[in-house]
C-alpha cells in the first residue's frame, strides 16, 4: 500500500528585499560555476524556489538533436537543492537581520545526490524547482524538478546537504 506525503498549510513568510538580494548575489554572482551554467533565480520562497537556464551553444550534450548536456541538469538541479536549504535556513532564522542570515551558508555543501534523466532536454529554456523535505540541525533533504519550457517533466532529482 503506498503512501501519500501532505504537506500541512503553511503561511508564506515574506523574505526582505535585502535577504533576497544578498541570496541572489551569491547564487547567481559568487558562485562562478552556475554562472557558467547561466542560473538565474525566478522566484524565492520559504516553501519553493525556481530558476531559469536558457539553453545556449555550451550547453549541448548532443550536438546532433541540440539536447542539453546531462550535467548541466544534474549541477543545475544540485545548485537548486543548495538554494532551497538556503531559503528554509532563512525562513528558519526570521528574527536575525537579513545580513546574519546569509552568514549561515558558510557550510552548506553536497552529501548526496540523485538525478533521474526521464526525458531529453530539447527547448530554448528550462525551469528548475526545489523544496526542502526536511531541515534538521545538521543535514536538510530535498527534491528538485527540471522542467522543460512548456512544464513537462524532463528530470527528477534528491539530495542531502550538511547545513552545519
Not at 9 to 18: D, G, L
Not at 20 to 49: H, S, W, Y
Not at 97 to 120: M, S
Request: charged content about 20%; cysteine-free.
Amino acid at each position: 500500500m503506498s503512501k501519500t506525503i501532505v504537506h500541512p498549510p503553511q503561511a508564506s513568510i515574506p523574505f526582505e528585499s535585502a535577504f533576497i538580494e544578498g541570496v541572489r548575489q551569491i547564487f547567481e554572482e559568487k558562485i562562478p560555476f552556475n554562472t557558467v551554467l547561466g542560473l538565474q533565480i525566478t522566484a524565492i520562497t520559504p516553501e519553493i524556489v525556481t530558476a531559469r537556464i536558457d539553453m545556449r551553444p555550451e550547453l549541448v550534450g548532443h550536438y546532433a538533436y541540440n539536447r542539453i548536456h546531462g550535467g548541466v541538469i544534474s549541477a543545475g538541479l544540485d545548485a537548486m537543492g543548495g538554494l532551497a536549504v538556503m531559503a528554509a535556513i532563512g525562513a528558519r532564522h526570521m528574527d536575525e537581520a537579513p545580513e546574519q542570515r546569509l552568514h549561515r551558508f558558510a557550510k552548506l555543501g553536497t552529501i548526496d545526490l540523485r538525478v533521474d534523466y526521464l526525458r531529453p532536454g530539447i527547448g530554448e529554456w528550462f525551469e528548475l524547482k526545489a523544496e526542502v523535505l526536511r531541515l534538521g540541525s545538521r543535514v536538510a533533504s530535498t527534491r528538485m524538478g527540471f522542467y522543460d519550457a512548456h512544464g513537462k517533466l524532463l528530470s527528477t532529482g534528491a539530495a542531502a546537504y550538511i547545513v552545519s
